[in-house]
């Protein structure tokens, strides 16, 4: 079993930057693909960014050059830089962790960018 824990967000002026972090632990495969989706309210959910555990991403083309995804592999996170924060931006964040077979949530992390 796996588990995410992400942190980080908060309330933030359009033009802000906030950083998401999320945890991992459990029983981790060395492959795997980490990344952060997000849901706003009355939408589905989609991807932000993604990460392989060799380091390949890739971005939703509404993020590209504003936001960056990392990861360290020692201590299986997984960060979300996000710069140039704007409105269409608030959601509910959500770390996910893919292996062959399995796919694992976190709860979810709060970002909100005021006008």
């Known amino acids: 079993q796996v588990q995410l824990v992400e942190s980080g967000g908060g309330l933030v002026q359009a033009g802000g930057s906030l950083r998401l972090s999320c945890a991992a632990s459990?029983?981790?495969?060395?492959?795997?693909?980490m990344g952060w989706y997000r849901q706003a309210p009355g939408k589905q959910r989609e991807m932000v960014a993604v990460?392989?555990?060799?380091?390949?991403?890739n971005y939703a083309d509404s993020v590209k050059g504003r936001f960056t995804i990392s990861r360290d592999n020692a201590k299986n996170t997984a960060y979300l830089q996000m710069n140039s924060l704007k409105p269409e931006d608030t959601a509910l964040y959500y770390c996910?962790?893919?292996?062959?077979?399995?796919?694992?949530w976190g709860q979810g992390t709060q970002v909100t960018v005021s006008s």
């Open positions: 459990g029983s981790i495969s060395s492959i795997n693909v």
């Open positions: 990460i392989a555990s060799r380091g390949n991403t």
């Open positions: 996910n962790l893919g292996e062959i077979g399995q796919n694992y």
